[in-house]
């Protein structure tokens, strides 16, 4: 399988502090991967990253099958290409419809004008309500964002996300504020999601990473510990030490 | 499934039919064609009033539902006006010049018709010769044309530095407000080409039109009533759809906006620019109808008023800008016109035309506070059906 993201190098510092150091990192196209590390780890840092949102202060990272240089895009441009992300916080927009939500972030033309002149076709709509139903939420179509539970607006962001059709997504904490079968019901759909696209998945719940059943990578200080299957991983006396450990 | 604009918002209806009736009333009776009950001069000061509607508008897309606080609207407005006003001048002088030379046993010339018309309209400023910026001010197409295009053209150069440069928030209001101050301090120069601090005067005075003020306020008020309606309904257009979602999100979330992939500067430019051209044709609209203009129109503060307006009004929603606009300015005008009675307290007289600006600073400061949907907020009030 090609490489849809290679990683390689890349440092970041804030204040003299190096979040990010010297790390590398790849993934395949149509892979999923669970990223873990304690806190400040540099696991959001990284989704910075990738995103256009940090400037790394040295390294590199290419992307998809031209191998294109993300560094030189804004985050709209890199958005365009193809990847997608959902937030720690979930950020949604509260003053706006789940319907408008999800109207906003189908994958469509993103030019002004063709904005301007967009008015959704029944398709369209179709679409919006198979992305409700996918992530719960059909009935609050019409509900002013704001008004939902934490657990339904990370549901509305995780449908936000699947509306881009993104070729990679970046998912930080998705499970975050969910109960039991919520849970369950995500990971089905990062499953679902992973076998025609890269997702990426940070996440700190132990039970949640092994139902994905992916390949783990360890982040610590900035730079990957470990990778490997999640039972390699927990094994290996490094990882146990500074973060299952604690 | 697919409805019409119209029908998917009912509110312009009833903003339109509003505006058509009060329209039909005031000519009803004003004292040009109608009964005779409004005089000339309060027609004036309500066409005046549905021109700071429309400049409301503009500032609610921008401020309101883009979150870019504008504190330079006012000047895109002035500029507006002092192109209709440059071919209003011109071309009125130009006949009453031409009159006057062909009282003479020579025909002028072409030239001695120009010279005469500089020395008419520059003398005040020491200078009789025609500066560039006039150069189409003898064709009312090429000087309508700019209207547009000045200001356009300047916000879209001052909008494409600034957003490019992602500021953002108060820095840009300043950025906003320093440009505005910049262009008034610049006209008032005597050498500006605009006739500095005496600006452009007598432009209520169609050129060539034998008609009476009381029926030419009528045609300006007229005019500014459809223009208001035009630009309400363009507005609503802009900000029902997907864009409007757009512009919602850049104001309430920007940096979300562009992880979906809009290319966030290109639609704030986009609003900055479309306002600025809402706000100067309302500029041109304004002044022939005020008569005359001058740099101090464009003083950073009436920008601020224009934000005061629309906050009372109700951001981010059209009818509570025009609400805002058409209370305050109306309501101003009673306080500051001299008509509203001091209170004599003894000790104390309380003269309206001083104690209105504490009250209108005041009026803001407790909606910002307690109001933050303003004066349009009411309307959330009422029962609506389609609420649950
Ligand atoms: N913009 C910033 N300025 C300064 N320091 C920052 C900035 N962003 C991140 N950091 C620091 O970099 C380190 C890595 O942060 P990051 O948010 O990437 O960690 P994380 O792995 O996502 O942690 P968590 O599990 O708590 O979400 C932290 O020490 C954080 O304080
Ligand atoms: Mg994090």
Redesign the pocket.
Known sequence: MSTLLEVSGVSVS??G?K??NNLSFQIAEAELRAVI??????????M?IVTGK?RPDEGRVIWGEKSVSLLDMDEAQIARQGIGRKF?KPTVFEDQTVRDNLMMALKKDRWVIAVLLFRASSADNARVEELAAEVGLSDQLDRIAGELSHGQKQWLEIGMLLAQEPRLLLV??PAAGMTPEEREHTTDLLVEAAKTRAVVV?E?DMEFVRRLNCKVTV?HE?AVLAEGGLDHVTSNPEVIDVYLGR | MRQSFIAKNPSVLVFLSILALFTLLVTVFAEGPGAGLIPTSFVKTLGKTLCLCLIAIAMDLIWGYTGILSLGHFAFFGLGGYMIGMWLMYERTRLIVSDALAQGDIPPTEAEVVDAIGTQIFGVVGSSEFPVVWMFADSLVLQLMLVVLVPGVLAAIFGWLAFRSRVTGVYLSILTQAMTLALALYLFQNDSGLRGNNGLSGLQNLPGVEAPQSEVSMWFFWASALALGLGYMLAAWVVSGKFGSVIRGIRDNEARVRFLGYPVETFKLAVFTLTACIAAIAGALYYPQAGIINPAEMAPVASIYLAVWVAIGGRGRLYGAVIGAAFVSLVSTWFTGGQAPDIPLGFYTIKWVDWWQVILGLSFVLVTLFAPKGIGGLFDLLPRKDRT
Do not use: M, R, S, Y
């Open positions: 804030f204040d502090f979040a990010i590390g304690p806190n400040g780890a540099g696991k959001t840092t990284f910075d940090t720690q930080d904490e940070v700190h982040l900035g």
